[in-house]
Nanobody
Framework: VQLQASGGGLVQAGGSLRLSCAAS????????LGWFRQAPGKERAFVAT????????YYADSVKGRFTISRDNAKNTVNLQMNSLEPEDAGVYYC????????????????????WGQGTLVTVSS
């Protein structure tokens, strides 16, 4: 299984970025796909996820209304549209895949995810 994240970069506060994650080696439509981020000196934290069963999406409170996760099962990709970026959104963003299809309390946990991508760096200047 490979997850290849891309789209990171430098953006001014208030700007937008779109991250993409291309997956291979798995039955994409049967996996929950999520995004996590890790800021320097902090633990990796949940950002958003798209449940494979029913297509429900869940977000961390800090990004609700600003970020949108979407998946394209035909292209085996999951995207994260990030708007109104804040300096606190900076970090390395990782995509992850899970065979679980639980609710938000479960899917925000790192241990639920079986596979991880290499990460893409997002820098937000104030």
């Amino acid at each position: 299984v490979q997850l290849q994240a891309s789209g990171g970069g430098l953006v001014q506060a208030g700007g937008s970025l779109r991250l993409s994650c291309a997956a291979s080696g798995l039955t994409f439509c049967s996996y929950t796909l999520g995004w996590f981020r890790q800021a320097p000196g902090k633990e990796r934290a949940f950002v958003a996820t798209s449940n494979w069963y029913g297509g429900a999406t869940y977000y961390a409170d800090s990004v609700k209304g600003r970020f949108t996760i979407s998946r394209d099962n035909a292209k085996n990709t999951v995207n994260l549209q990030m708007n109104s970026l804040e300096p606190e959104d900076a970090g390395v963003y990782y995509c992850a895949a899970s065979t679980n299809s639980g609710g938000p309390n479960l899917l925000q946990r790192r241990f639920v995810y079986n596979y991880w991508g290499q990460g893409t760096l997002v820098t937000v200047s104030s």
